[in-house]
């Protein structure tokens, strides 16, 4: 079964710091990767998308993430972070099985300092 | 409507009851999952549905948990006698179930569940 680890559960930075949250999944066949975003009393948003292609994903707002396929990661990137990048984020794995089960990573919270 | 929509938004029941949500997918989407997020946690798959095939149960975390759904539409979230710890947000998303389209889930915007 696939699973998904995010090892940051709470990130503190300032506004510029550059952001980079990992995120690992075990699961040896082809993958869809997923990065959502949850903004303070919002519902979960999609940020970007992996499902072919370049490895590099860019998304909204700025942000990207990379998958590497040796090392089973799928990081979420951004230069530089602003004070409105304040949220949740997760990282999903679907695998390529019967079925198209999606599977969430226990999230990392992000608080930007002004 | 366009997106998935969840009822009851919010639901207080006492303890021992039981309770149901409901969840209408976006139109044509084979794939429906249910995931709970207990407050200041992750987001923890419950149960997943694909078109005809069986669903994917593994998530349910007890025999007081169920769940239906009438071919590619409604689901109904079934707790039966409800415990304090089942206060959570319970989630619904559907997608397209094909990773051609890189099968994006699109969320409702969730039933909060408290149990007194």
């Known amino acids: 079964a696939q699973s998904v680890s995010q090892h940051n559960h709470h990130v503190i930075l300032s506004e510029a710091a550059s952001l980079e949250l990992g995120c690992n999944y075990s699961y040896g066949g082809t993958v869809n990767l997923f990065w959502y975003v949850q903004y303070p009393g919002q519902h979960l948003q999609l940020l970007l998308k992996?499902?072919?292609?370049?490895?590099l994903v860019k998304g909204i707002k700025g942000f990207e993430a990379e998958f590497i396929k040796s090392k089973f990661s799928f990081n979420l990137r951004k230069p530089s972070v602003q004070w409105s990048d304040t949220a949740e984020y997760f990282c999903?794995?679907?695998?390529?099985?019967?079925?198209?089960?999606?599977?969430f990573g226990a999230g990392t919270r992000l608080f930007v300092k002004a | 409507g366009a997106g998935v929509s969840q009822s009851p938004s919010n639901k207080v029941t006492e303890k021992g009851k039981d309770v149901e949500l409901r969840c209408d997918p976006i139109s044509g989407h084979t794939a429906l999952y249910w995931y709970r997020q207990r407050l200041g946690q992750g987001l923890e798959f419950l149960i997943y549905f694909q078109g005809n095939s069986a669903p994917d149960k593994s998530g349910l975390p007890s025999d007081r948990f169920s769940a239906e759904r009438t071919g590619e539409s409604v689901s109904t979230l079934t707790i039966q006698r409800t415990q304090q710890e089942d206060s959570a947000v319970y989630l619904c998303?559907?997608?397209?179930?094909?990773?051609?389209?890189?099968?994006?889930?699109?969320f409702g915007e969730g039933s909060w569940l408290t149990v007194v």
């Open positions: 999903a794995v679907t695998a390529h099985t019967g079925g198209f089960k999606t599977i």
């Open positions: 998303a559907s997608s397209l179930g094909q990773p051609s389209s890189g099968n994006t889930i699109y």
């Open positions: 992996y499902f072919s292609g370049d490895p």
